[in-house]
């Protein structure tokens, strides 16, 4: 894992559905769009908490030009017919914490048609593997309280877990060390 933005690792979804899983590229702007327009409207409100109609090339540049230092990012791509197409999306951004230790706030997003084969459960495991080795002590992450799918994923990791409710949100904290 020297160079990151070569990390790539071939899997099979629990529906047979083979996939890669790896960095995110400067080049991966049109896919990235294509996979957001995808996206129905409550998958986007539960990953920017807000109605988002389209990423803008701002948000794209953000997105896929990334250091994989204090950023790291990884998709989820599938092949249908010669394309290759995003199906899932993780990330972390490093933050310092009071204490001196490198925090991450942590999110993802799955397309729709993709739901429950354990996409966001493989995009944690790499993360958390990666983020380790970056000295990263822990990720946070907000998460919509009625997201319980999400909420799952982050209990399931096997990850010493913190969960605090405010409002409609739930503030997760996972320990990684």
Same mark, same amino acid.
């Given at each position: 894992?020297?160079?990151?933005?070569?990390?790539?690792?071939?899997?099979?979804?629990?529906? %047979?559905?083979?996939?890669?899983?790896?960095? #995110?590229?400067? @080049? &991966?702007?049109?896919? /990235?769009?294509? +996979?957001?327009?995808? *996206?129905?409207?409550?998958?986007?409100?539960?990953?920017?908490?807000?109605?988002?109609?389209?990423?803008?090339?701002?948000?794209?540049?953000?997105?896929?030009?990334?250091?994989?230092?204090?950023?790291?990012?990884?998709?989820?791509?599938?092949?249908?017919?010669?394309?290759?197409?995003?199906?899932?999306?993780?990330?972390?951004?490093?933050?310092?914490?009071?204490?001196? %230790?490198?925090?991450?706030?942590?999110?993802? #997003?799955?397309? @729709? &048609?993709?739901?429950? /084969?354990?996409? +966001?459960?493989?995009? *944690?495991?790499?993360?958390?593997?990666?983020?380790?080795?970056?000295?990263?002590?822990?990720?946070?992450?907000?998460?919509?309280?009625?997201?319980?799918?999400?909420?799952?994923?982050?209990?399931?990791?096997?990850?010493?877990?913190?969960?605090?409710?405010?409002?409609?949100?739930?503030?997760?904290?996972?320990?990684?060390?």
């Amino acid at each position: 894992m020297n160079n990151l933005r070569h990390y790539a690792v071939i899997d099979t979804l629990r529906n %047979g559905t083979t996939v890669t899983l790896r960095a #995110i590229h400067p @080049e &991966d702007k049109a896919k /990235l769009a294509s +996979a957001f327009k995808n *996206l129905d409207r409550e998958s986007v409100y539960t990953r920017f908490f807000q109605y988002v109609r389209e990423l803008t090339d701002q948000d794209l540049k953000r997105a896929t030009e990334i250091d994989f230092d204090r950023e790291v990012a990884l998709v989820v791509t599938t092949n249908l017919g010669d394309e290759e197409t995003v199906i899932g999306t993780g990330r972390y951004v490093v933050f310092e914490e009071a204490d001196g %230790g490198r925090s991450a706030e942590i999110a993802f #997003i799955v397309e @729709e &048609d993709y739901h429950g /084969l354990g996409i +966001a459960n493989r995009l *944690l495991r790499h993360l958390v593997q990666i983020g380790r080795q970056n000295n990263v002590s822990r990720f946070v992450a907000d998460v919509l309280s009625g997201n319980q799918a999400m909420i799952r994923v982050f209990v399931g990791s096997g990850l010493p877990m913190k969960q605090q409710r405010e409002g409609t949100v739930t503030h997760i904290t996972l320990q990684l060390g």
